[in-house]
């Protein structure tokens, strides 16, 4: 339809490394679907999170501000029930939204815009929920008498891959897209639980990684040894600290290489999903993100999983392409950027103005990058603030920062492992890039309500 708004649709996982997808390496991939798609897109080489942990990240993608300025729920984590969103501001100019899978909101209920959710979070303690809690997942389990097999641990899926929460999520954004009206645009966030624990592969998936051909990363733990000791105290916590790393040397390398396979299988699951999504999205008229909330150690620096939450690259770099119309494809940009630049991006994209100016939000709209334009390659880019280690990286040198004064500078471009603490041969940068920090850290939250009535954390009849 001529003039027609474009629809959106954000795919994104959980826990997944920037370096997962083939197309961050050109190696053996078990991402081919995704790969091909990045290479009729724009690939962002050096895309930065919001934050280490999932809440932040999801709350920072749909507002396109960082978690410290904004308001939380119930839970003291997820974004406050009626504070402005992108689905908001889509659905008040005709878009039909949809969120599929996870996204952590406070309560389960609260829509945040969405006109149709259904949720699949990771219903378990560590993640903050009660036994009381439900999702949309384990009622649809229960209907079938099935037992929701979800935990914080590792076992494969019991059932048929088809009862996989991955492949349940797919089947209702697929829903979601046949039975919409084909007349109206639409804006969808399609969110998948894993890699992210549990670490649950469907066999037919863990059957095509073999565990013993698995190699373990070779920056081991001592390549922590020279952080400052504040940093040394979060590697290392008192004992019975509820959030303490998983260190690979914990347990036994046949182990260590069988968790390796496993998320390896579940990414490769993923991959397959979005492959069958993307039969029911045109990218004619559809602009499509694919990102992760943040990444994981996965073995580096002697680490599995996102403990301690320090925005290293192995956790604050994450996957991000944009694919589809009006997209001028086939190119790399390797200029930083926040994947939480998708907000702003789609506001612009569907003509639509911010409910504040541009500059009062912490992010940018990369429409410009999109159609084929130049990135700002001197934008500063930031991850972590609520987590304690706010970062800033501009160009190719990366800040680390703890709130009590100790930090690390890395330089990526000689460094990318991050091994080398040069704050003192760069003292002057360092105090730089130090005062931005303070800076972001004192920008205010903005009053971007757009339902008083719903920030007590219930959803208005509109929202559900």
């Known amino acids: 339809m001529p003039g027609r708004r474009p629809n959106f649709l954000l795919i994104m996982s959980d826990q997944q490394r920037a370096d997962s997808v083939g197309y961050a390496h050109g190696n053996v991939s078990d991402t081919p679907f995704l790969d091909r798609m990045a290479g009729r897109g724009v690939v962002f080489d050096n895309a930065y999170s919001a934050s280490t942990v999932c809440v932040p990240a999801r709350s920072s993608l749909l507002t396109g501000l960082f978690d410290q300025r904004l308001p939380r729920g119930p839970d003291g984590r997820a974004l406050k029930n009626g504070y402005w969103t992108l689905a908001h501001a889509l659905a008040a100019a005709g878009y039909d939204t949809g969120l599929f899978g996870k996204m952590h909101f406070s309560p389960l209920g609260a829509g945040h815009g969405f006109q149709v959710m259904r949720t699949c979070e990771h219903l378990t303690k560590a993640a903050g929920y009660s036994p009381g809690d439900v999702d949309d997942y384990r009622r649809w389990l229960a209907g079938r008498k099935l037992v929701d097999p979800r935990s914080d641990g590792m076992a494969l899926f019991p059932y048929d891959a088809e009862l996989h929460p991955t492949h349940w999520i797919t089947d209702q954004a697929i829903d979601f897209l046949k039975e919409r009206q084909a007349s109206r645009p639409f804006f969808a966030v399609v969110s998948y639980t894993s890699p992210h624990t549990p670490i649950d592969p469907p066999e037919r998936y863990a059957r095509l990684f073999d565990p013993e051909a698995q190699s373990l990363p070779a920056d081991g733990f001592e390549v922590n040894d020279d952080l400052p000791p504040v940093f040394q105290k979060a590697l290392s916590p008192p004992t019975g600290d509820f959030f303490k790393p998983f260190r690979v040397a914990g347990e036994p390398p046949a182990a260590s290489k069988l968790r390796l396979s496993w998320i390896r299988a579940l990414i490769r699951q993923i991959d397959d999903a979005v492959s069958r999504l993307m039969q029911h999205v045109s990218l004619e008229d559809t602009v499509v993100f694919f990102t992760s909330d943040h990444g994981d150690y996965g073995g580096h620096r002697g680490l599995f999983g ?10 604050a770099k994450v996957p991000f392409f944009c694919a589809g119309a009006g997209v001028a494809g086939g190119r790399r940009v390797t200029a930083p950027v926040q994947s939480c630049d998708v907000a702003l991006t789609c506001l612009e994209l569907a003509g639509l103005e911010p409910p504040a100016p541009a500059e009062e939000f912490d992010t940018a709209s990369l429409s410009s990058v999109l159609a084929g334009g130049r990135p700002d390659d001197d934008r500063p880019v930031f991850c972590a603030f609520s987590m304690g280690w706010p970062m800033i990286r501009k160009r190719h040198m ?14 990526l471009g000689s460094d990318p492992g991050e091994t080398r603490n040069v704050a003192h041969a760069h003292k002057a940068l360092a105090r730089d890039l130090e005062i931005r920090v303070y800076l972001q850290t004192q920008r205010p939250e903005l009053d971007l309500w757009v339902h008083r009535e719903a920030a007590d954390g219930t959803a208005s009849a509109t929202e559900r």
Not at 306 to 315: A, N, Y
Not at 398 to 411: C, P, R, T
């Open 306 to 315: 996102k403990v301690p939450w320090i925005p290293f690259d192995d956790l």
């Open 398 to 411: 990366k800040l680390i920062w703890h709130w009590s004064g100790e930090q690390v500078l890395y330089d």
